[in-house]
């Protein structure tokens, strides 16, 4: 088994490609070894010592380091345990499974938030886990629009311009209820 890495604009993220398929469908994003109860794979990759972050796409696992720990001294171990997995045979997820990652949204804004959430999954997601993240719809209010970051897009440092210059101005220019996005924390 060869296992691909690429590097991320997120320098503490590194997206691991095993070359076979991570997850059928949405997506999943532990951000610490008790949320990761629910898959084995998270929970090989956290054994390794730096390791803050696992994040979960169709094809690939990004992982997110500790300040001061250096991928050079890290990134064997990671490759080695996400390798030890797929050759174990064991399920990538236990029980409970991803989803869209979207939250669910009632009132009198449904028609503007599925326009929302549908530029979301065709125009921005795919674009997004090309750099080994995510970005899931949170609500609408008022105008606004909030979104979490998951994955490489967490505390990237290029986020901010993500979420203004691109997607604001994306979903701005389809849908003119739209007057900002803000991001919301994990």
């Known amino acids: 088994m060869f296992i691909q890495t690429e590097s991320t604009p997120n320098p503490a993220t590194l997206k691991f490609l095993p070359g076979q398929t991570v997850l059928e469908a949405g997506t999943a994003d532990f951000a610490s070894v008790e949320a990761a109860g629910n898959s084995p794979l998270a929970g090989r990759v956290f054994a390794v010592e730096g390791v803050t972050g696992v994040f979960f796409g169709a094809d690939f696992v990004t992982v997110t380091k500790a300040d001061g720990v250096e991928w050079d001294h890290i990134k064997p171990a990671i490759l080695g345990a996400i390798m030890e997995h797929y050759q174990s045979g064991a399920a990538v997820m236990t029980g409970a499974q991803a989803d869209s990652g979207h939250a669910e949204h009632t009132g009198e804004d449904g028609e503007i938030v599925n326009q929302i959430k549908e530029l979301l999954d065709t125009r921005v997601r795919p674009a997004v886990a090309q750099d080994g993240g995510d970005i899931t719809f949170h609500g609408f209010e008022r105008g606004v629009v909030y979104l979490q970051m998951q994955g ?31 991001p919301v924390a994990a």
Do not use: D, F, Q
């Open 152 to 182: 490489a897009c967490a505390g990237c440092p290029s986020s901010t311009m993500t979420l203004k210059m691109g997607i604001e101005n994306l979903l701005r220019h389809y849908i003119p209820e739209v007057l900002e996005v803000r």
